[in-house]
């Protein structure tokens, strides 16, 4: 049973333009998503998050959309540059459920390359 | 401030054996979460410690068990080594409850059980 299911296994978007990864939940106890990139060998690095109270969140050329009624949610970069080029992950959490527990639900990434 | 440590990076063991992972949270974090990754299951949770409590475990067998210190810093084990172990065994550090859901991880241990 996949919580968080990234239903792209890989993206290829030219540089310069815009690179949308999508990634869609079933648990409505859900209230916390996350997005991380990955490179080979290393750990995951965070890189945004939104709460279930609000439907966007932009940092720099990072922005993430919650549509809660669509159990959706995406992640924007514009512009894509090269160094964009990694895994991506979705993550969900269920604060209240887990009364603040820190138990993430990871999708199964999406491997974004950036054309020059 | 340095990030999440997690020792050793490599590791190769045989099939029966244990195994002791180590990891150092951000200075400040309370919660370590450890989470495992495998080509065909993803990243999954293992288990969640704060103030040297557990508070959340995943869908693993109890050969795999954890602790955390006083120092926040936390141990996994892994007992009775079996082939389907092997993995890239990931920490993470957060604030901890009711503040701080942005885990940080670390650059995580391989594991190859042969």
């Known amino acids: 049973d996949q919580q968080v299911k990234q239903n792209s296994p890989s993206l290829s978007v030219q540089e310069g333009r815009i690179s949308i990864l999508n990634c869609d939940y079933t648990n409505s106890m859900f209230d916390y998503f996350l997005w991380y990139k990955k490179y080979p060998a290393e750990g995951p690095t965070f890189l945004i998050s939104i709460s279930s109270i609000k439907d966007k969140n932009e940092d720099g050329r990072f922005t993430v959309f919650l549509n809660k009624s669509a159990k959706h949610l995406s992640l924007h970069i514009v512009p894509s540059q090269p160094g964009d080029s990694a895994v991506y992950f979705c993550a969900a959490s269920a604060r209240v459920f887990d009364q603040g527990a820190q138990k993430l639900v990871f999708g199964q990434g999406t491997r974004l390359t950036i054309n020059p | 401030k340095a990030g999440v440590t997690q020792t050793p990076r490599y590791l190769i063991k045989t099939r029966g054996q244990q195994v002791t992972l180590s990891c150092s949270p951000i200075s400040g974090h309370r919660s370590v979460s450890w989470y495992q990754q495998t080509p065909g299951q993803g990243l999954q949770f293992l288990f969640e410690?704060?103030?040297?409590?557990?508070?959340n475990k995943g869908n693993f067998p109890g050969r795999f068990s954890g602790r955390q210190f006083s120092n926040s810093r936390s141990e996994m084990n892994v007992s009775t080594l079996e082939l389907g172990d092997s993995a890239l065994y990931l920490c993470?550090?957060?604030?901890?409850?009711?503040?701080?859901?942005?885990?940080?991880f670390g650059p995580g241990t391989r594991l190859t059980v042969t």
């Open positions: 993470a550090s957060s604030l901890g409850r009711f503040s701080g859901y942005e885990q940080y």
């Open positions: 410690y704060f103030s040297e409590t557990q508070r």
